[in-house]
């Protein structure tokens, strides 16, 4: 069956970095575009990144432009998200989530449990 | 950017009753590019709907999308116990390859 795990959150003092990792199972990785969610504590979902099923073409939302950087090691069957700079607002759980690639795309159709990161000092 | 306003807020119902969540669009969009998840404390969202009105696999019937341009709903014919929870709709924009949540609505136990 389809599994992504979500690994790498932690408690991390503001400025600091922090690399997650989503591993994938149950499905031709490299077949799939993936994503990057987030959700604040109590708040809504917050869509961040977009990458190819090979990786060669990325996206980002505006508001992590610069200081989130996105790839995938297709060989690992891994989902990786580089947090740079961060900040108390960055506090949150990450999600990786799967897009289907075929007739059919614009949405989730599974996400792993979530990677809570907290930024304090 | 299409923003996406989700109401209520919050909805009150009882197990057996048919609840009915709005999603508006600020502007027209593709109803390809609609969807609906749902999201239980302490749990990852799970998709229910796509492309405005076709269940994803798994999803009881109850469950049912529809809508177009601007206004889409997630009709619930007869909650069950395990219904209660948050709903989101999502936008997928194409042209720039980026989504858009609405703020959800939370259903409760009334």
């Known amino acids: 069956q389809v599994q992504l795990v979500e690994s790498g959150g932690g408690l991390v003092k503001p400025g600091g970095s922090l690399r997650l990792s989503c591993g994938a199972s149950?499905?031709?990785?490299?077949?799939?575009?993936m994503n990057w969610i987030r959700q604040a504590p109590g708040k809504g979902l917050e869509w961040l990144s977009w990458i190819s099923g090979s990786g060669s073409t990325i996206y980002y939302a505006d508001s992590v432009k610069g200081r989130f950087t996105i790839s995938r090691d297709n060989s690992r069957k891994s989902l990786y998200l580089q947090i740079n700079s961060l900040r108390a607002e960055d506090t949150a759980v990450y999600y990786c989530?799967?897009?289907?690639?075929?007739?059919?795309?614009?949405?989730?159709?599974?996400w792993g449990q979530g990677a809570l990161v907290t930024v304090s000092s | 950017e299409i923003v996406l306003t989700q109401s209520p807020g919050t909805l009150s119902l009882s197990p057996g009753e048919r609840a009915t969540l709005s999603c508006r669009a600020s502007?027209?969009?593709?109803?390809?590019?609609l969807a609906w998840y749902q999201q239980k404390p302490g749990q990852s969202p799970r998709l229910l709907i796509y492309?405005?009105?076709i269940r994803a696999t798994g999803i009881p019937d109850r469950f049912s999308g529809s809508g177009s341009g601007t206004d889409f709903t997630l009709t619930i014919s007869r909650l069950e116990p395990e219904d209660f929870a948050v709903y989101y709709c999502?936008?997928?924009?194409?042209?720039?390859?980026?989504?858009?949540f609405g703020q959800g609505t939370k259903l409760e136990i009334k």
């Open positions: 989530a799967r897009e289907p690639s075929g007739r059919w795309y614009g949405f989730l159709d599974y």
């Open positions: 502007q027209g969009v593709g109803s390809n590019y």
């Open positions: 149950g499905f031709a990785f490299s077949d799939y575009y």
């Open positions: 999502q936008h997928y924009d194409g042209s720039r390859v980026m989504y858009t």
């Open positions: 492309g405005a009105s």
